[in-house]
């Protein structure tokens, strides 16, 4: 997996997956109308100013509420590279690796606008803006497969195939 050097976008604690995608919009399935109000309900504004690449940082338990794969989906297709919580609920955090969302679990002190690098393999997390790192349990060689190969259902594909 490639490193990840990108802007903080930074949440609250007990973001539920309601505030990362309300109701009201899982009519549609196109992956880009999700993107177009992700974090709506924390940040009217956060579709229109989150770049490809960036990274939210958020407090404990990330993703709590319904078990509705949309919200990784939608963060995903905003062009979030990773999610890094304090901690996440299950669910959340299983239906992000199987979509191909890295999320990383993990204490990590960041302002928003702060520009962070993500080693994956080495499990370190570098803050470039306050000069300062941490480390973090590493990504072990399955969760990074299957995040390589795009998600759950892309490496049983390839796998099938190869």
């Not at 990784?72 to 955090?93: C, D, L, M, N, Q």
């Amino acid at each position: 997996m490639e490193n990840v050097t990108a802007k903080v976008w930074k949440f609250r604690d007990c973001i539920d997956t309601d505030v990362i995608i309300a109701g009201r919009y899982l009519r549609t399935f196109n992956p880009q109308d999700l993107a177009d109000h992700v974090m709506e309900a924390e940040d009217p504004e956060f579709a229109s100013k989150v770049s490809k690449g960036d990274i939210i940082l958020a407090g404990w338990n990330f993703g709590c509420g319904s078990s509705r794969e949309q919200a990784p989906v939608a963060i995903k297709t905003a062009g979030v590279s990773v999610v890094i919580a304090k901690s996440f609920a299950r669910i959340f955090y299983r239906n992000a690796i199987n979509i191909g969302l890295p999320v990383i679990t993990a204490d990590v002190d960041a302002d928003e606008g702060d520009i962070l690098e993500v080693n994956f393999e080495e499990g370190l997390i570098k803050n470039l803006t306050q000069e300062t790192s941490f480390k973090i349990k590493a990504l072990d060689s399955t969760m990074r497969n299957i995040l390589e190969n795009g998600g759950l259902v892309e490496q049983y594909l390839k796998n099938k195939e190869g």
